[in-house]
């Protein structure tokens, strides 16, 4: 499985972006979807998962409200819309792929990463 992320860029505080996440497989709806972030000296920490058919969302705490995932099993893709973005969300964003089962420290797949930077 590839995962192919873009989306990313550079916006000011209280700005928006929306990453997507493209899966190059025919198994798509056999895994949860999440997306990770990783800041400059810091671990790579869960920011939103989301299960195999939508049902099922998980948030980290600092993004609550904030940002939303979401999926589409017929075009193999999963999304972030991050809104009201604030300089701590600044980092490298990863999709990640994980066999239904599993749980978000057993990641199979990673895509390449992408750049979120949010000025103050």
């Known amino acids: 499985v590839q995962l192919q992320a873009s989306g990313g860029g550079s916006v000011q505080a209280g700005g928006s972006l929306r990453l997507s996440c493209a899966a190059s497989t025919r198994t798509f709806s056999n895994y949860a979807m999440g997306w990770f972030r990783q800041a400059p000296g810091k671990e790579r920490d869960l920011v939103a998962g989301?299960?195999?058919?939508?049902?099922?969302?998980y948030y980290a705490d600092s993004v609550k409200g904030r940002f939303t995932i979401t999926r589409d099993n017929a075009e193999n893709m999963v999304f972030l819309q991050m809104t009201s973005l604030k300089p701590e969300d600044t980092a490298v964003y990863y999709c990640?792929?994980?066999?239904?089962?599993?749980?978000?420290?057993?990641?199979?797949?990673w895509g390449q990463g992408t750049q979120v930077t949010v000025s103050s």
């Open positions: 990640a792929a994980v066999v239904q089962g599993r749980t978000w420290s057993q990641v199979n797949y």
């Open positions: 989301i299960g195999w058919n939508a049902l099922h969302t």
